[in-house]
């Protein structure tokens, strides 16, 4: 019976193409409510995700240009990491998101942790955001 169940399981997930890497569905588009977009791509073992981040969000750097993201899902529970570096430009931070996932929601709470270069010191920034499925 387990067997059967597991091969419908499959066969759905043919079907409508998408997987889960424990809870998040891939592939899946997500944008907040500064205007930035997650895609999430591939699924690797364990719960590991893949995807790229755009940031959108007023008063920060590096905004529409694509990002690599790389994070974590657990049943309900998420988190992922944007290191703020790519071939074209860096910003000498980087942003972890830690959250739930219920639905066509998903609600963060973030920590962004940059180089100020005047200062030579790491200075942190947090906040929230919060994520609505819109792929
Ligand atoms: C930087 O300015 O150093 C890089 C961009 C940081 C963007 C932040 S990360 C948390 C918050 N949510 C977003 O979508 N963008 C900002």
Do not use: H
Request: aromatic share 12%; glycine share 14%.
């Amino acid at each position: 019976m387990l067997r059967f169940a597991i091969a419908v399981a499959c066969f759905v997930g043919l079907l409508t193409g998408e997987a889960s890497a424990q809870g998040l569905p891939v592939p899946s588009t997500w944008t907040n409510q500064r205007g930035s977009q997650l895609t999430v791509f591939a699924s690797g073992g364990g719960g590991s995700f893949s995807g790229q981040y755009v940031n959108q969000a007023v008063g920060f750097d590096c905004r529409g240009m694509p990002f690599d993201v790389v994070g974590q899902s657990n049943g309900g529970r998420v988190s992922f990491v944007v290191t703020w570096k790519n071939s074209f430009k860096s910003c000498n931070s980087i942003a972890v998101w830690r959250g739930t996932v219920s639905g066509n929601v998903m609600q963060t709470q973030w920590q962004l942790d940059y180089a100020d270069l005047a200062s030579g010191t790491i200075k942190v920034v947090r906040g929230t955001d919060t994520f609505q499925r819109v792929n």
